[in-house]
């Protein structure tokens, strides 16, 4: 089971590589700009979630019994601009956090068209590092924890203490962020957009 330390920063990349801010996001982002004052007009695909990811009492059962939402394969949850995603693989299972290389958004999307999400490049900024590991599902619990299951086996966890009436946010500055009934951060990836340093 793999854990990450509550609200620590990534040392790596979906590709496993050191992070290299710069280059993570050269020619990908063109500044807080770009989730502040322009959404894009993306196809959402059955699964797919725009906004904050809210488990209740009624929501469908984890493996483990806790009600929550689920992000299975090819499924992605969005930024609300649409800029940031996370999504897991269906290639191999990773759960990456990603953001879209907007220089190669579609020519249209300047005029709100929308297009697919599949139709542009997406950069890795983490990931959960669960690729080939059979995973089946990741989950936001109703506990508080992001769980990513291979079958009914937890292979990522970001075991946060019981935390009930928590919330997850891809938020518009690059961090994923879960955060507790009181709105205080219990874990975040640290990969805000502000903080990493401008391409040179």
């Not at 322009?38 to 904050?52: K, R, T, V």
Request: a neutral charge.
């Amino acid at each position: 089971l793999q854990r990450i330390r509550t609200l620590s920063r990534p040392k790596s990349l979906a590709s496993g590589l050191p992070i290299n801010a710069a280059r993570a996001c050269k020619g990908a982002f063109s500044g807080p700009n770009l989730g502040v004052n322009m959404a894009l007009n993306i196809q959402l695909q059955p699964g797919d979630i725009q906004g904050d990811i809210i488990p209740q009492q009624d929501s469908p059962k984890s493996p483990d019994g806790s009600p929550s939402i689920r992000l299975g394969p090819a499924q992605s949850w969005y930024s609300p601009s649409g800029a940031f995603r996370l999504t897991m693989q269906a290639s191999d299972g990773n759960v990456v956090l990603q953001v879209i290389d907007d220089a190669k958004l579609p020519p249209g999307q300047q005029r709100g068209e929308s297009f697919a999400a599949s139709s542009v490049p997406w950069m890795p900024m983490w990931a959960t590092h669960t690729a080939n590991g059979g995973a089946t599902e990741a989950d936001m619990q109703i506990d508080g924890n992001f769980v990513v299951y291979a079958g009914n086996k937890p292979i990522f966890s970001t075991q946060i203490p019981h935390s009930p009436s928590s919330l997850l946010r891809v938020q518009d500055d690059g961090n994923l962020v879960i955060y507790n009934a009181a709105g205080s951060p219990v874990f975040a990836t640290g990969t805000n957009v502000t903080e990493l340093q401008p391409p040179h």
